[in-house]
DNA sequence: CGATGGTGTGAACGCGCATTCACATTGTTT
DNA sequence: AAACAATGTGAATGCGCGTTCACACCATCG
């Protein structure tokens, strides 16, 4: 029965992997120590062993997302080099990114995070304007560009974007899966392109 | 220490009332029968005299929320003639609504919704859809006097302005207040009205 | 006036789950 | 090889909380 023993950091990483999608697939309320010890092959004690407690496995969960997002922002200034066409390929991403995780969302919204120590709020809040500001650069770009209006702040843009990209997001997995994501996101980012575009 | 006796029409409107201003100043993990039976002025086990359960607790939080978002439509469409000006104004009230009512957000993610009866999913989805629809009419009302643009869905129109809040509100009640809502509001307003205003 | 049904009370039960602890095993250092 | 630190195990503990139940009160009806 017994696992191989394994260094601290790898079960570090193993362990806010598995949390991130039983997070994903089931929700944080089936968020336990039991499941996540279940998925890395170990006794529930034995997390014990890596994280202080499961406060600390979830806050090695939101660094988790802030990396994901991050890459994915990487990725599309990577893939192009007009800011517009990046931000267009970001909300792709985005979108998938928020389908195949279903449970990051929630995670933001959990209980699980109003309920924990103050600091887990102020760390979302990190996350997210990490996000933001990543994105904010790319529209910065795009406006010294003259492809983007330059009387909208940066700052706002990104959130718009943001939200351009939630409410699919929602509606997708509040429906199964049978909200029409792709289709309202064409859609919408037709319109939003319209408004942020220099013409 | 006893409690009048009440009707149980009334009592379930108050534990209905009870619930939201919950789950709206402390995020739905607070949400339980001691607080609510506090907040009424009952014991614990007399909730269950006008409930279920819980889950049957929630669901009519729930109701409360189609309720007063119905309403804020209603508002709307009555204040103004002109349906561009009614959404502008929607979008106010929809805000105000969120921010005054934090937990609303957190209980559309709420484990305590996803953890529940697989119809728990479909109800909100119902909820969200019909205020969706209400905007929707609101929407068409606007192509048919030519005062939006005939080229969008008018669903897709009425999902975007949901997004338009909706992070927003997220990224103003993660910062306890500070993320300036309204500044955003009226950025975003501006270029969604340019995006979907005939011209 | 007695019966019946609706409402409120307090105590108790039971479950899920985070956390702890004593002990076993393995790997590394001296 | 001996000692020690790191990791894994199984059992036990304790708490929060939803729910149930037996009992008390009170209004209304026959």
Redesign the interface.
């Known amino acids: 029965m017994a696992s191989e023993k394994q260094n601290t950091e790898i079960r570090q990483e193993q362990i806010a992997v598995a949390a991130l999608r039983i997070i994903g697939q089931?929700?944080?309320?089936?968020l336990n120590v039991v499941r996540i010890a279940g998925i890395v092959g170990l006794v529930p004690s034995a997390i014990y062993r890596h994280f202080g407690g499961k406060d600390d496995v979830i806050d090695a969960v939101l660094e988790l997302v802030r990396k994901r997002l991050r890459a994915n922002v990487a990725a599309v200034a990577a893939e192009s080099r007009d800011p517009l066409e990046a931000l267009r390929l970001l909300v792709d991403r985005h979108i998938t990114f928020l389908c195949e995780n279903d449970g990051v969302?929630?995670l933001?919204?959990?209980?699980?995070v109003?309920?924990g120590p103050k600091k887990r709020?102020v760390k979302?809040?990190g996350v997210?304007n990490d996000y933001l500001q990543e994105i904010t650069k790319l529209v910065r770009d795009g406006q010294e560009k003259q492809l983007i209006r330059g009387d909208?702040?940066p700052a706002?843009?990104a959130?718009?974007l943001?939200?351009?990209?939630?409410?699919?997001a929602?509606?997708w997995h509040?429906?199964?899966g049978n909200f029409g994501v792709k289709?309202?996101t064409e859609?919408?980012w037709?319109?939003?392109e319209?408004?942020?575009r220099n013409s």
Chains 1, 2 share one sequence.
């Open positions: 089931h929700g944080t309320r089936a969302s929630t933001i919204f959990s209980d699980q109003y309920s709020k979302i809040y997210i909208l702040e706002a843009i959130v718009m943001l939200g351009l990209v939630q409410s699919p929602i509606l509040l429906s199964e289709r309202q859609q919408a037709r319109a939003f319209r408004a942020i």
